[in-house]
């Protein structure tokens, strides 16, 4: 491995040990030029989960997206970074057990709706409210921001945003059906 340090080619592994969860190998190195060391991890190439998006496109599942659209969804909320990072890390989970590794939005969207809505209300309201426009995870966590955003704002101008002023009643113009009828009431002439 080329030594990070002076770009020699040639090194010797001084220590092997396996991480705590078996997924990687991490090896100490010393480099055999300039007797510099330096780390390299060796790991099981993953299969890579997919999202569906709506438009028939796929990208890659991101669990920083995620995780930033639950943070956003939880903010202010009794909700601990570690709980989130749980939910998260059963999601992936999860999705690993598939076969075909890979998830529509929508139902991806869903999936995260469930367990929000045993962790918080508030956040599981947060997060339904835009995921009718779910089109992807970028859109989504640029809606949870606008939303967000306005929240704040209503919160600093008083309890509830203000809302739109009501539509004054319209009231019926008489319309007279020709000039003058309108004006005075034409006394009907009594039979007799
Ligand atoms: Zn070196």
Redo the contacts with the bound molecule.
């Keep these: 491995m080329r ?6 080619l040639e ?1 010797k592994v001084v220590d092997s040990r396996e991480s705590r969860e078996g997924d990687s190998i991490r090896r100490r190195r010393e ?6 060391r330096f780390t390299s991890y060796e790991r099981v190439e993953e299969v890579p989960l997919v999202i569906l998006k709506k438009d028939g496109r796929r990208e890659p599942f991101d669990r920083q997206k995620v995780m930033k659209g639950l943070l956003l969804a939880c903010q202010k909320r009794p909700v601990s970074l570690a709980r989130i990072e749980q939910l998260v890390g059963d999601l992936h989970a999860r999705l690993m057990e598939r076969p075909d590794r890979e998830i529509r939005s929508r139902e991806l969207g869903e999936l995260i709706m469930d367990e929000l809505k045993g962790l918080d209300q508030v956040a599981y309201v947060r997060f339904a409210s835009v995921y009718r426009d779910f089109k992807d995870l970028p859109d989504f966590v640029k809606a949870l921001e606008g939303l967000m955003h306005k929240e704040a704002a209503g919160a600093r101008n008083g309890a509830t945003p203000a809302a739109p002023p009501a539509p004054e009643a319209v009231k019926p113009v008489p319309q007279a059906l020709f000039p003058g009828e309108a004006e005075a009431p034409v006394p009907r002439t009594r039979k007799k």
């Design positions: 030594c990070p340090f002076c770009g020699h090194d480099c055999l030029s300039c007797a510099r």
